[in-house]
């Protein structure tokens, strides 16, 4: 690190017609006394979450063996060169009511299950993500940002008897507020850096047409910063910059692409065709928000429940949801659980990645707890049991490395509610919690 007088607020935008370009924490924004001893980010913490849909293939997922010894199941295979920062949980359970899938999903961050109805009445619980944003967004630009890859357009493919709301997300502002997941990789990136001022998408394909982009309207003022500051903070902006202007290519040539049939369903503009670029896409968007602190809390969801999207990419032409009714024919779970491995290695690609960005004194992953899982483990008996759930990150003194196992009474909302704790936010309770889930952090 190269010390110098000059100290950049931590804060510091880059603003150019309708665009805001954040900056990652860079060694010119701690103070040069100061810099030796600590910097901003070694008590940033960060909170992510990857839901995945219509339950897992059990028997390809828990590990054999507990504590240090455990072995890596086949699904979770992908996570060999992380297997020290991860933590496997087995036997926690979600709780009673709310549907099958709309209970999944509703249940997963609340740990209250959705009240029946046909649309009017919609209640559950405030979900732990909102929770956190609540506490941790005082300092970013957003308080949290819902991701998805589905769209909300699947009238009818819920559960009977309770609105689809249930199914379409796991963030929930309030009881009675669940929060949309958004699904178009250019409306997160213009929430993030820029807005057209529109959503008509006629003058979105018009500013496609200038081929305008973000990083052009601050180029100047990206010139003028350079020039004060050290060679490791010039290095640093050069490659964040990088990183933006191929999110944004990637998103363009998406759009340049919306008219083409789509197989499965009808996306919107922005959404690759090929489901592996759409997710690290997504993710790479996630990243950016976090190296540049413009939220400190994402929610994911790999899909909504019930989805019936096919991976062709995998060889899997079958959909999702009728494939996960498998009647324990050992061929279709091990189709399934393909699937599921799939997942997970997108997933792994995405904690390289948080790896590999320096923050403050650590990496992104150092400072970023990611909780991965499913709100149902058999998804052919709808199984509210011994769920599918795996910790990832070193945020809070996570110890990984480990399978822990407990009592198959142990509610999943014990678990929230250590979460809650470790990110500094603590609560005596959280949905229908009986405690806090122990051992996190013990070795």
Not at 275 to 288: H, K, T
Request: hydrophobic share 40%; charged share 20%.
């Amino acid at each position: 690190m190269i010390i110098t007088k000059k100290a950049l607020p931590r804060r510091t935008v880059l603003r150019g017609l309708g665009a805001t370009l954040a900056l990652p924490l860079l060694d010119g924004m701690v103070p040069a006394l100061s810099a030796m001893r600590n910097t901003p980010a070694a008590g940033m913490r960060r909170f992510g979450v990857l839901y995945v849909p219509n339950g897992m293939a059990m028997e390809y997922w828990t590990p054999k063996g507990s504590g240090a010894a455990f072995e890596l199941s086949p699904i979770l295979a992908p996570m060999k060169q992380h297997r020290d920062h991860m933590l496997v949980l087995s036997g926690l359970h979600p709780g009673i009511g709310g549907g099958a899938h709309a209970g999944a999903s509703t249940k997963f961050l609340t740990g209250v299950p959705g009240h029946m109805t046909d649309g009017t009445g919609i209640r559950s619980g405030t979900s732990i993500d909102q929770l956190l944003g609540q506490e941790l967004g005082k300092q970013t630009q957003l308080s949290s940002l819902e991701l998805g890859l589905d769209s909300r357009d699947f009238a009818g493919s819920c559960d009977a008897g309770f609105a689809c709301a249930y199914t379409n997300t796991i963030s929930w502002r309030t009881p009675t507020t669940p929060l949309p997941m958004e699904n178009n990789p250019r409306v997160v990136f213009e929430r993030l850096f820029g807005d057209s001022g529109t959503t008509d998408p006629a003058i979105r394909q018009a500013r496609i047409a200038e081929d305008r982009s973000i990083l052009d309207s601050v180029t100047d003022k990206v010139d003028d910063l350079q020039r004060g500051l050290g060679t490791g903070d010039r290095r640093k902006i050069a490659q964040y910059l990088d990183a933006v202007r191929d999110v944004e290519r990637r998103i363009q040539r998406a759009e340049e692409q919306s008219d083409r049939d789509l197989p499965l369903v009808q996306q919107p503009a922005g959404v690759p065709e090929a489901f592996d670029e759409y997710m690290r896409l997504m993710f790479e968007l996630q990243r950016l928000a976090w190296q540049t602190d413009l939220t400190r809390v994402v929610t994911f969801m790999v899909g909504r429940e019930i989805s019936g999207r096919t991976y062709n990419e995998i060889g899997i032409p079958d959909a999702h949801h009728p494939l996960s009714h498998h009647l324990d024919d050992p061929a279709k779970i091990a189709t399934m659980s393909k699937i599921n491995t799939y997942h997970v290695s997108l997933f792994a690609e995405f904690v390289d990645t948080l790896r590999a960005t320096p923050d403050g004194d650590g990496s992104l992953l150092d400072h970023t707890l990611l909780l991965y899982g499913a709100g149902m483990s058999n998804s052919n008996a709808h199984a509210a049991i011994d769920l599918p759930i795996m910790l990832v990150g070193g945020a809070g003194g996570l110890a990984g490395g480990r399978h822990l196992t407990y009592s198959r009474e142990t509610p999943m909302a014990n678990l929230l509610v250590a979460i809650m704790d470790k990110l500094g936010v603590p609560m005596d309770q959280v949905g229908r919690s009986t405690g806090k889930l122990d051992a996190l952090s013990l070795a």
